[in-house]
């Protein structure tokens, strides 16, 4: 953890993060930077393996990106093609129970849009909040609840990046949401679309939260995704997300939950996973 983390940037600090992020990447890559950006989250970083044609950068080499701490988040950059379709495959993000401020785990989505990334796709391990979608369901998520009582771009705002309110009607872009539809039929990967809910972690949700998410119409729960996709809207890039359920939320079934079953789920679905995302990236590149 850098002496950086936990506390809030200024503008300047942050300016000065995106740049020192832009001319390290620059200087390691010296093709046109992919315009289509993917990070992947517990048990699904694996797909990284399958990006054609990779240039492999660590995050350690990139100024402004945290290196991950949690089991399942590799920390490498992969440059290349995805069923044709080029992208940077981000294998492994940052949370804020890792103790990383907003502004922080929100630097690496302004470094990829600084060199011209203009579509994200986010996914996710989650915790089932709907009792019509069972373990291993895959989820496009529809739209957010952020429980988690932060926000990325509380602070003084910088108006080259974005402006200081900013819509989030269509936050999660119907387009690439329709692409996931017809990535399903085209691999036949069945999807259901759901609302996720964002809390802080580390700690698994109450019985009693659980409850609470499901009555305000959530579908999903995890502890990532909202800051990403605040900070992706804010500087004009569109966002779609994928959440694999990989558990029930607690009190929904009588065992326990562990950072382990997420990670046995993920494996477990992950060859589905993959061929929808394949399927996806197929899609975006016609």
Sequence with gaps: MSEDDGKAMTVAEAAEQVRRGVAALQAAHGGVFPKNAMILGSGLGALADRVEG???????????????????????????????????????????????????????????????????ILTNASGGLNAQMAVGTLMVVRDHINFTGRNPLAGPNDDRVGPRFFDMTYAYDPVLREIFAAASRDSGVSVREGVYVGVLGPSFETPAEIRMFGQWGGDAVGMSTVPECLAAVHCGMKVAALSLITNAGAGLKPEPLS????????????????????????????
Excluded: W
């Design 54 to 120: 990779a240039t492999d950068i660590s995050y350690s080499d990139i100024p402004g990106f945290p290196v991950p701490t949690v089991p399942g988040h590799a920390g490498h950059l992969k440059l290349g093609r995805l069923a044709g379709t080029p992208v940077a495959c981000l294998a492994g993000r940052f949370h804020a129970y890792e103790g990383h401020a907003p502004q922080t785990i929100v630097i690496p989505i302004r470094i990829l849009r600084a060199m011209g990334v203009e579509r994200i």
């Design 259 to 286: 950072h382990e079953d997420v990670m046995v789920e993920g494996a477990r679905a992950h060859d589905r996973a993959e061929r929808l995302l394949l399927a996806f990236f197929a899609r975006l590149n016609d």
